[in-house]
């Protein structure tokens, strides 16, 4: 049996570049670094959401509760598990802390209303995302970040910057080290 990996979870709104961000990171090739996508699991219409869990938010903490204990039994064998989705951060933590993670941390991807918006209107083909509802989820996610201390990855840089931070991210918790700004769960 594999021991428990650190736990990274990479959240951001629609078009933010979580899923640019882990898949160059996954063609980084780190050693023992797992990369999961949080909706590979089946995102169910909003009827079903409410009719078999009670609405959104109890199904987006149900998957996150299932996911971050997947991710402890450590089926894959890795060091340190990257879980891209977009999650409130207080609940990640919440679910972090109260299934006894070890290490784990919290990060936020971000860039501009307008960066993002282009993105859903443009490459990523997604124009009904780009609208005021994913502005203000994108808007909550910062201020939850902000309020949490947690660090956040500017997109709108170039790709190869933001990823380099988050591989610096992950290269501290598989090292067990923290590095200036992080903010490291210790499962208190």
């Known amino acids: 049996m594999s021991s428990e990996p650190s736990i990274l979870v990479l959240t951001g709104a629609s078009g933010a570049g979580k899923t640019t961000l882990v898949a160059a990171l996954t063609e980084r090739g780190l050693p023992g670094v797992g990369c999961y996508v949080f909706d590979s699991v089946g995102v169910p219409s909003p009827e079903e959401m409410t009719r078999v869990y009670g609405g959104g938010d109890q199904w987006q903490s149900a998957m996150t509760e299932q996911w971050i204990a997947r991710l402890m039994r450590n089926d894959d064998g890795v060091r340190v598990a990257v879980l ?38 443009g490459p990523r083909g997604q124009p009904e995302l780009a609208c005021r509802d994913m502005d203000c989820w994108a808007a909550y996610l910062r201020g939850q970040a902000d309020a949490l201390g947690l660090p956040v990855l500017d997109t709108s840089r170039p790709v190869d910057v933001a990823v380099a931070e988050l591989a610096a991210l992950v290269e501290g918790l598989a090292e067990g080290s923290a590095t200036a700004g992080e903010r490291l769960g210790d499962g208190d």
């Open 84 to 121: 891209d989705g977009q999650v409130r951060p207080s609940m990640a933590i919440g679910h972090l802390r109260r299934l006894g993670t070890r290490r784990w941390q919290v990060v936020l991807a971000d860039c501009g209303h307008d960066e993002r918006n282009a993105r859903l209107l």
